[in-house]
């Protein structure tokens, strides 16, 4: 079976790759808007990805560590992740395109997800409209083998789930699905909620809930500015913040599991709004 798909090659509308999803394809489905997934077993070589892509290589992996991985960037595509899914599958993203933004951000386009059964390319995932920033980044998410999708904007955003399904004798399943709403992570001990996009109180509201309390830096290292009028306003776990760029602000919680760090962007309002949450991060406690 011939796939038409677009797989980021610049100017063209949508390009014939000669790929094909032979014998054993796994069954694939997207519940996402703007995200596809498609059964595929060859990749093509990346477009041209023109003078910026030397200002945006801190954005790609270092050293890569997987046969899919090294397969990926032999084709000339920037490799931005590697995560191994449940059922023996390997997901790497990775980008075509690249612009160069302030505070040595990039805005990533034209990027895929390809899943891998070794080296050979089983599935990709897509974004469906030409030259988009939809899709750029995968990650580790919970304990059962899955993996979030992240946006290509300077500011990454929460786009997808990715779960790999045991079929029985037709084989895999790998789904592309909305975002979960809650993570377990440390051996299920601790869950963490959804709560990028959201002003830090919301944010906070919903670590408490999910067992998580403020853990206020001990002294006043703030420096002067927004961490300590977030301080004041009622924010003691605000651990400090950039004086620049996108005024990324740090705060820290602690749980039975561990301890969260959350990372906000942008300022404190005269109408009153909060910054809001661009990323967290979990480090489990030792057993």
């Known amino acids: 079976m011939r796939q038409r798909i677009w797989i980021g090659l610049g100017a063209a509308a949508l ?50 560590t997987t046969p ?16 191994a899914l449940a059922g023996g599958l390997t997901a790497v993203s990775f980008v075509g395109t690249y612009a160069a ?22 599935a990709l995932v897509y974004a469906t409209e030409p030259g988009a920033s939809k899709l750029a980044y995968v990650q580790p998410f919970g304990s059962q083998g899955g993996a979030r999708l992240f946006s290509g904007d300077v500011v990454p955003s929460t786009e997808a789930d990715l779960r790999a399904l045991d079929l029985g004798a037709p084989g895999l399943g790998i789904l592309v699905t909305p975002p979960a709403l809650e993570e377990r992570l440390c051996q299920d001990a601790a869950t963490v909620p959804l709560i990028d996009g959201l002003p830090i109180d919301l944010a906070r509201a919903l670590l408490v809930q999910a067992g998580w309390q403020a853990a206020p830096a001990a002294g006043d290292q703030r420096s002067p500015g927004q961490a300590q009028d977030l301080a004041a306003a009622g924010f003691p776990e605000v651990e400090d913040c950039s004086g620049t760029g996108f005024g990324f602000c740090a705060y820290s919680y602690t749980g039975p599991a561990g301890q969260l760090s959350v990372t906000t962007m942008g300022e404190m309002g005269e109408d009153g709004s909060l910054p809001i949450v661009a990323g967290s991060s979990v480090t489990c406690a030792t057993p």
Do not use: M
Request: overall charge negative.
């Open 68 to 83: 899919a991985g090294r397969a990926v960037q032999d084709k000339g595509w920037g490799v931005t992740g590697e995560v």
């Open 101 to 122: 933004a302030t505070s040595g951000t990039c805005e990533l386009s034209d990027g895929n997800v390809g899943l891998f059964a070794g080296d050979r390319l089983v």
């Open 15 to 64: 390009a014939a790759t000669g790929a094909t999803a032979g014998p054993g394809a796994p069954r694939v489905a997207s519940q996402v808007s703007g995200l596809t997934i498609v059964a595929l077993d060859r990749l093509p070589a990346a477009p041209a990805a023109g003078e910026d892509q030397t200002y945006c290589t801190h954005l790609l992996v270092e050293t890569l």
